[in-house]
């Protein structure tokens, strides 16, 4: 079954993004590296611009060499399929990457790092709609690797989308 229209997973990705970048407790996990990263004061729109997006929160999934002790997170259409059922609507699987350096897992919290990441990019996301385009749901997540250095998790959520 082909999907009828890619024009609008770029559309779908961006709204995602700017959902992301919303969630100011997301942020401070993966700006603040101390262990007590929600309890500095918000990010604000010049330091989200400039420090985070494209570089913290990743539209282009591209990650490269670990330079800083920054968690990353990286957005990354990972497949689209049309449903047989009704061909104006597509299921489009969005994946987030969250890739935690080991230093940074414990924070001042009963939580770790990589899943209070997770739980806010769940909070943001699922159960949302992106813009009148469709509702996201998931939050399941994966264990991709570790190293000495990094964790990598992968957290997938489906976005029915119509045309």
Known sequence: ???????????NAQYIIKRLLANQNLL????YTDK????????????IQNEVFEKLVKIVP?????ETAHSIIAVR???ARGLATNNEFKNVNISVE??????QWVIKDTNLRPFAIMGEIQKS????????????VGGDFDL?????????????FVLTSYD
């Open 62 to 66: 591209r990650v490269g060499p670990k």
């Open 98 to 103: 969250i890739f935690v350096p080991m230093t």
């Open 144 to 156: 991709n690797f570790l190293t000495e250095e990094i964790s990598a998790y992968e957290q997938t």
């Open 28 to 31: 401070k996990l993966l700006y």
């Open 77 to 79: 259409i990972a497949r």
């Open 125 to 136: 996301l699922n159960g949302k709609k992106i813009e009148g385009l469709g509702k996201m």
């Open 1 to 11: 079954m082909n999907v009828r229209n890619c024009s609008d997973i770029g559309v």
């Open 36 to 47: 007590d990263p929600l309890s500095h004061e918000d990010l604000s729109e010049e330091q």
